[in-house]
């Protein structure tokens, strides 16, 4: 079977109902039963107000261990081999000691959870909805972490807000070599699909606005921008009508450089191989184009090192 890649997943959208029978979850302070019912989302405004079930864990990374636990073993049973998990801004410490300190001991403890079988890298994300000041505070602290090893890219997250105001910050990342993800096109147009591009980004999150012109695609092609699009993320959000008409087929017709995730596989009930199947079921791809799109997936990965080594078969040729 094909090592599955996945390279858009939230650390706070891991969160399922299924799993507040486990002891370790269960111990958290969450309300079950407004998780139960709220789960899984349908609509935008819904998805918000989802997120506040998981806000009393916002702030304690340690919390969140007893959910990514049960994950990494999801992640595995499902035949995931990588996985690029994004750690809101908020979970991570300002001071800078305190910061290294946690983040040292999450990923060691993330190592143990890799079991040799995934691996699971960091990237930093925050929204756009601060002042330049704070995304630059933000931008200070991911360096120091890409620095040292802890993350493996930034993403830009959130709800979709025009990025000049962060010139700044944003060409620090550059200037660092830092490799950046920006969601842009989820729920907006295409003008903001093209201001995202300015910043070089590897890859952008979901980017259905960018459909909408055809100029646009061309660029992203042309400058080997890999998309990552998100399915029943997109229906439940309401972001796409229905699956038929989601531009997964546009991206496919076309030969863009794309491979799918789950986005909140929590809200939206959703796993990396559901999506894939309902990929094949809806546009009948074949299972080579499956392992077409894996091997993008992995070229398209923000780590330098396979500490699995068992993906070189993604990286022989067709
Ligand atoms: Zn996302």
């Given amino acids: 079977m094909t090592p599955l890649v996945e390279l858009h997943c939230h650390l706070d959208g891991l969160l399922d109902p299924a799993m507040l029978s486990d002891p370790g979850v269960a111990r958290l302070p969450l309300d079950h039963e ?38 990494a073993q999801r992640w595995i049973h499902q035949g995931l081999r990588y996985v690029e998990l994004m750690i809101g801004s908020s979970e991570i410490p ?50 120091a972490l890409y620095e040292m090893g802890l993350i493996v890219g930034v993403a830009l997250a959130g709800r979709e807000l025009p990025l000049r105001p962060f010139d700044r910050s944003l060409h620090r990342l550059r ?6 993800e920006i969601h842009a096109g989820e729920w907006s147009g295409p003008a903001l699909v093209w201001e995202a591009l300015a910043y070089q980004p590897r890859r952008l999150g979901h980017a259905v606005g960018a459909f909408e012109a055809p100029w646009l695609l061309e660029v992203i092609k042309a400058r080997r921008v890999h998309l990552e699009l998100c399915l029943t993320s997109n229906l439940r959000t309401g972001s796409v009508a229905d699956l038929a008409a989601h531009p997964v087929g546009q991206a496919r017709a076309l030969g863009l450089d794309f491979s799918l995730s789950t986005d909140d596989p929590g809200p939206f009930q959703c796993t990396l191989p559901g999506e894939l199947r309902r990929f094949q079921a809806t546009f009948g791809a074949s299972d080579a184009e499956i392992e077409a799109m894996m091997r993008r997936a992995w070229a398209a990965r923000f780590a330098r090192l396979d500490r699995l080594g068992g993906l070189a078969s993604l990286e022989a040729a067709p």
């Fill in 34 to 71: 407004g998780l139960r019912r709220d789960t899984p989302v349908q609509g935008r405004a819904a998805f918000w107000r989802w997120f506040e079930h998981s806000r009393a864990l916002e702030g304690h990374l340690a919390r969140y261990q007893p959910i990514l636990k049960l994950q």
């Fill in 94 to 143: 300002r001071d800078h000691e305190e910061m290294r300190a946690q983040l040292g001991a999450f990923r060691a403890w993330l190592d143990t959870q890799e079991a040799g079988r995934v691996q699971i890298e960091l990237l930093m994300a925050f929204g756009r909805d601060r002042s330049p000041e704070a995304v630059d505070e933000i931008i200070t602290r991911a360096l």
């Fill in 175 to 180: 200037e660092a070599g830092v490799p950046l």
